[in-house]
């Protein structure tokens, strides 16, 4: 059973417009939530984190909001950059466990 | 630092054959992670590494799976034997500590059993 789930595949969005990429999970021992960026034929690589003592992170264009009780943890990218179209992954984890991945989210930004 | 590297960049193995992963992860990094990814189940964890020892299997699919980390600098990932539904991306990735850090990942091995 996934513990993380990203339940759109898919997400088009025009340039200079606002990008939210959804992300549930079911395990209440979460405490810290990332998310990942990947282009084709490379590794993942860090964008945003957030604690689960915080219910928001902001950096530059990328914030990512929790909601514990909801489970629930979106990212938002504004404003969009055809640079930012990619596969956007939602990870989780637990004290001294290993990262948990969602199923990712191809993110399409058209100029 | 180069980062985490991984070799081979690419495999192309035939059924039955012995295939072998390998992976540097970034000096100082205490802990070890393998992840396959395919279209079906996305990124997942095969194995977690911390000082060396592995902390969780759970995520090997099967005894033809196996992983070592001999010491701090170097880890393997071997398939024996080689499945076509093996195919996949390989990723390592390691981190300092495991919980409450990011972890950085290797351009990853892409797999093919025919």
């Known amino acids: 059973d996934q513990q993380v789930k990203q339940n759109s595949p898919s997400l088009s969005v025009q340039e200079g417009r606002i990008s939210i990429l959804n992300c549930d999970y079911t395990?209440?021992?979460?405490?810290?939530f990332l998310w990942y960026k990947k282009y084709p034929a490379e590794g993942p690589t860090f964008l945003i984190s957030i604690s689960s003592i915080k219910d928001k992170n902001e950096d530059g264009r990328f914030t990512v909001f929790l909601n514990k009780s909801a489970k629930h943890l979106s990212l938002h990218i504004v404003p969009s950059q055809p640079g930012d179209s990619a596969v956007y992954f939602c990870?989780?984890?637990?004290?001294?466990?290993?990262?948990?991945f969602g199923k990712g989210t191809t993110l399409s930004v058209s100029s | 630092d180069a980062g985490v590297i991984q070799s081979p960049r690419h495999e192309v193995t035939e059924m039955g054959q012995e295939v072998t992963l390998r992976c540097k992860p970034i000096?100082?990094?205490?802990?070890l992670f393998w992840y396959r990814q395919t279209m079906m189940r996305g990124l997942e964890l095969l194995i977690y590494f911390n000082n060396n020892v592995p902390i969780d299997d759970s995520g090997m699919p099967e005894d033809r799976f196996s992983a070592k980390m001999p010491n701090a600098s170097f880890s393997t990932l071997k398939i024996q034997p080689s499945e076509p539904r093996d195919s996949a991306v390989y990723f390592c990735?390691?981190?300092?500590?495991?919980?409450?850090?990011?972890?950085?990942f290797g351009q990853g091995t892409r797999l093919t059993v025919v």
């Open positions: 990870a989780a984890s637990a004290a001294g466990t290993a990262l948990i």
């Open positions: 395990n209440s021992m979460f405490d810290y």
């Open positions: 990735a390691s981190s300092l500590g495991a919980g409450f850090t990011e972890a950085f």
């Open positions: 000096s100082g990094h205490n802990s």
